[in-house]
């Protein structure tokens, strides 16, 4: 496809070609490097594989935007579609009532549009609008019947694209909540027992007590099954079973204990590295020097900073919930398996996202300085709502306690 840019050059946007594509997207990548803080900005080295954070969706695309002769790629855009949760809907419940009313999930079919990027040289030339649209040509084609992005709350350019010229709906604001790894383990209560689940369990789990939440996606089971999914960890207080003697899913489900917690690890150190850049020498000095003492005396439990200043990985906490009233204390220990397990993975931090309502928040250590209290999820109707039940207009929706983030595309 072909646009006429304002300044009489040949706009040309087309799909992602790898064997030649590769190291221009990159050039653009790093002509836009994202998360100013002061003079200090945020990385993201995408490991010679630039269409890797959609990789394993159902279906993705990945669209570049050349210029000129000499075929300069200036612009990137990545999507890729899923089947989600949008609402829930009860069964009729006769006179007499019922004690065991299980909701079942509405589905839509979801378009996620990420990795927008226009080389700072060719901006406000109408590339980054050819590329959403050209992308959202393609959703509309595969059935989407939504979409819907995530920025910054105060990326004021992206969100005039997106809400001004787009059509897109600010729509829900999550919070990312980022630990640093540090060098020493952090000490996980005796108070609690950890079971890791195996991926057949983890499926059952998820399916049978999450799939009303907003956002699950329907394929759960390849988002268990995938290499990059570390393990579930499901934590209870101590005692509840004997040790090594998980009952499965299905028996844990049918009775539960009071209290419980579960989460899954995603290993995105495999897809992407993040490095901080332009940070002062002091800066620099400091970090190592916690790190190092860390190292030395880790009884002493310095909480060290993370070596954010050198490319470095992370892992990513999702499929968080639980119940009772020890639920948050038993999320902050499995936040604490969590780190461990990064740790030994050398990861620079963990990181989630979760709703800003949601009650196990409170048990998610993060520090304020990394994290981001209200990052924005805007979103667009395609066409005309075909999911398996009718919940009216899905951007319209009021917010529930808990949004289930899909760990491909964080």
């Excluded at 005796?190 to 907003?214: G, H, K, M, P, Q």
Aim: proline share 7%; with cysteine.
């Amino acid at each position: 496809m072909r646009e006429e840019s304002g300044v009489g050059s040949v706009v040309v946007v087309r799909e992602f070609d790898p064997k030649r594509d590769c190291l221009g997207v990159e050039m653009v990548e790093r002509r836009c490097e994202v998360g100013p803080t002061g003079k200090m900005s945020l990385y993201t080295d995408l490991m010679g594989d630039p269409i890797c954070r959609v990789r394993h969706s159902p279906a993705f695309l990945m669209l570049v935007a050349e210029v000129g002769v000499d075929k300069e790629i200036v612009g990137v855009i990545r999507g890729c579609i899923k089947t989600v949760t949008c609402g829930k809907k009860l069964p009729r419940i006769g006179k007499k009532g019922s004690q065991n009313v299980v909701a079942h999930p509405i589905y839509t079919k979801l378009a996620y549009l990420l990795g927008l990027r226009v080389s700072p040289s060719h901006r406000r030339m109408g590339i980054g609008l050819k590329l959403v649209s050209l992308m959202e040509n393609w959703f509309r084609q595969n059935g989407a019947e939504y979409s819907y992005m995530a920025t910054e709350k105060g990326n004021e350019a992206s969100l005039k694209l997106f809400t001004e010229r787009c059509g897109y709906t600010k729509f829900r604001t999550p919070s990312i909540l980022v630990q640093p790894v540090f060098a020493h383990r952090v000490k996980i209560p005796n108070r609690v027992t950890i079971f890791r689940l195996s991926a057949l369990d983890s499926v059952t789990l998820y399916s049978r007590r999450f799939s009303t939440t907003e956002f699950f996606p329907r394929d759960i089971d390849s988002i268990l099954h995938n290499k990059l999914n570390l393990g579930t960890f499901l934590a209870v207080p101590a005692g509840t079973y004997k040790p090594n003697s998980w009952p499965g899913s299905n028996r844990f489900l049918s009775d539960p204990p009071e209290s419980w917690a579960v989460l899954s690890i995603w290993n995105s150190k495999e897809v992407f590295r993040l490095e901080v850049r332009g940070a002062p020498l002091l800066r620099k000095w400091l970090a190592r020097t916690s790190r190092a003492v860390d190292r030395l005396l880790p009884w002493l439990r310095i909480p060290s900073v993370p070596e954010v200043f050198r490319p470095f990985g992370l892992h990513f906490m999702y499929g968080l919930g639980g119940e009772g009233p020890d639920s948050v204390s038993l999320t902050r220990a499995l936040c604490s398996h969590a780190h461990n397990v990064a740790r030994t993975g050398g990861c620079g931090v963990v990181a989630t996202e979760v709703a800003c309502s949601d009650p196990l928040r409170l048990g998610i250590p993060h520090w304020k300085r990394l994290s981001c209290a209200e990052d924005l999820w805007c979103v667009k109707r395609l066409g005309e709502d075909y999911s398996d039940g009718s919940v009216g207009d899905w951007t319209k929706s009021v917010p529930g306690p808990s949004i289930f983030v899909d760990p491909r595309e964080f």
